[in-house]
Nanobody, 126 residues
Framework: QVQLVESGGGLVQAGGSLRLSCAAS????????LGWFRQAPGKEREFVSA????????YYGDSVKGRFTIDRDNAKNTVYLQMHNLIPEDTAVYLC???????????????????WGQGTQVTVSS
């Protein structure tokens, strides 16, 4: 059974930092693209970041460029999201996602991913 488990969320003041982790189990994703999305109450799921299998290509949503960094450790089957200069608008549930196909596609939309974690809450206070 494939599982993605996020951790690292919490409450932080504006300007602060958090590092999210997402550990996969049940299969390896070392050759698959991985991504982060977020969803705030009453809003659609929003693309945050994605990374290809080797870590050579990274993509970011416009609202997080320059503040967030995605990385991965294939030996640990884990993807990370380092978040700096957090603002209240970053408040959301953050979900990690894994693409089922081991190809070169790095999706920036949710339908490009087959496996999802349950999410971790990030709350940024002003």
């Amino acid at each position: 059974q494939v599982q993605l488990v996020e951790s690292g969320g919490g409450l932080v003041q504006a300007g602060g930092s958090l590092r999210l982790s997402c550990a996969a189990s049940g299969r390896t994703f070392s050759r698959n693209s991985l991504g982060w999305f977020r969803q705030a109450p009453g809003k659609e799921r929003e693309f945050v970041s994605a990374i290809n299998w080797y870590g050579t290509f990274r993509y970011y949503g416009d609202s997080v460029k320059g503040r967030f960094t995605i990385d991965r450790d294939n030996a640990k089957n884990t993807v990370y999201l380092q978040m700096h200069n957090l603002i209240p608008e970053d408040t959301a549930v953050y979900l990690c996602a894994a693409r089922g196909l081991a190809d070169t596609t790095v999706p920036r939309t949710a339908n490009g991913y087959n496996y999802w974690g349950q999410g971790t809450q990030v709350t940024v206070s002003s």
